[in-house]
């Protein structure tokens, strides 16, 4: 499933992504970072904040662009998982 996001530009604000178990097994999410690419140019990049099953990220892009990629990195157990979301600023 792809995601879509919409920015205004200037827009500062908060993305919550909820991880669930596919297995429906507890699990804990050890640490979670972020790149925001733009034009696949990285813009930003940080750490992300963890609650329980919940990532948070705060983000500002800097310019008007359909081209957008936010990819979160997060670490269960021995995994790496990944989640792409496409944003566009208007």
Same mark, same amino acid.
Request: glycine fraction near 2%.
């Given at each position: 499933?792809?995601?879509?996001?919409? !920015?205004?530009?200037?827009?500062? @604000?908060?993305? @919550? !992504?909820?991880?669930?178990?596919?297995?429906?097994?507890? !699990?804990?999410?050890?640490?979670?970072?972020?790149?925001?690419?733009?034009?696949?140019?990285?813009?930003?990049?940080?750490?992300?904040?963890?609650?329980?099953?919940?990532?948070?990220?705060?983000?500002?892009?800097?310019?008007?662009?359909?081209?957008?990629?936010?990819?979160?990195?997060?670490?269960?157990?021995?995994?790496?998982? @990944?989640?792409?979301?496409?944003?566009?600023?208007?």
């Amino acid at each position: 499933m792809r995601v879509n996001i919409n !920015f205004i530009l200037g827009e500062d @604000k908060y993305l @919550k !992504f909820l991880v669930k178990s596919t297995k429906n097994e507890e !699990f804990e999410i050890s640490r979670a970072t972020y790149k925001l690419y733009k034009d696949r140019e990285l813009e930003t990049e940080g750490n992300c904040t963890i609650n329980e099953h919940c990532i948070t990220v705060k983000l500002n892009p800097l310019s008007k662009s359909m081209r957008y990629c936010l990819e979160i990195t997060y670490y269960i157990a021995d995994e790496i998982l @990944k989640k792409r979301v496409q944003i566009e600023v208007v």
